[in-house]
């Protein structure tokens, strides 16, 4: 979530609220938040020197503006340009896709391609998970139970298979040397 915080302000200083109404308004087609979860991450990016508060609105309500600082810049272009890490990768990927536009046009096809890769090789390991399962012998009384079992494997090897076309094609479309 932080380094969602940090994407959305480096598009522009912004308050709490307008955090809030940024998750709901695109970020949250691939990565739900809570507002006191948005809270906690904005303290705890504060913290650590990632962002700070640019001014402090007049009025009743004093809402505070933040923004990153040098370090949350870095922060974000180091999480943006590195591995994917975690067991979502869903949320990993698209979360880079929707910020891909900050980073230098140089940049972007090296973050396409470290998605991909990370795609393959989970795609690799459910596909090697569902070779060894044909192997198996399945008692009778739990055929059922393995049989929805396996639909929800195929289903994740059809997810993956599907996310690892569409982003060899967005490569393709969107990132090629003379686009």
């Known amino acids: 979530m932080a380094h969602v ?9 912004q308050t709490f609220y307008d955090l809030i ?5 695109g970020v949250a087609l691939f990565y739900s938040a809570s507002s006191g979860s ?7 990016l504060l913290a ?3 962002i700070e508060v640019a001014s402090i609105e007049a009025g009743g309500r004093g809402r505070k503006v933040y923004r990153l600082t040098d370090a949350g810049r870095q922060e974000f272009r180091a999480w943006m340009t590195g591995e994917l890490t975690g067991p979502d ?3 990993a990927a698209l979360s ?3 910020f891909l536009g900050l980073l230098e046009p140089a940049e972007r096809l090296p973050v396409l391609r470290r998605i991909t890769a990370r795609i393959e090789t989970d795609l690799a390991a ?3 998970l569902d070779k060894h399962l044909d192997s198996l012998d399945v008692p009778e009384e739990h055929r059922d139970l393995v049989a929805h079992q ?17 982003f060899r094609d967005h490569i393709d479309r969107h990132e090629t040397p003379d686009h």
């Open 21 to 25: 109404k940024g998750f709901e308004a």
């Open 48 to 50: 650590r020197g990632l």
């Open 5 to 13: 915080i940090l994407g959305l302000l480096l598009i522009a200083p």
């Open 126 to 128: 459910l596909s090697a």
């Open 89 to 91: 990768l869903e949320t």
């Open 150 to 166: 396996r639909a929800t494997l195929d289903y994740g090897i059809a997810s993956y298979r599907f996310s690892l076309d569409w």
């Open 96 to 98: 880079r896709l929707y």
């Open 38 to 44: 948005i809270k906690r991450a904005l303290d705890s």
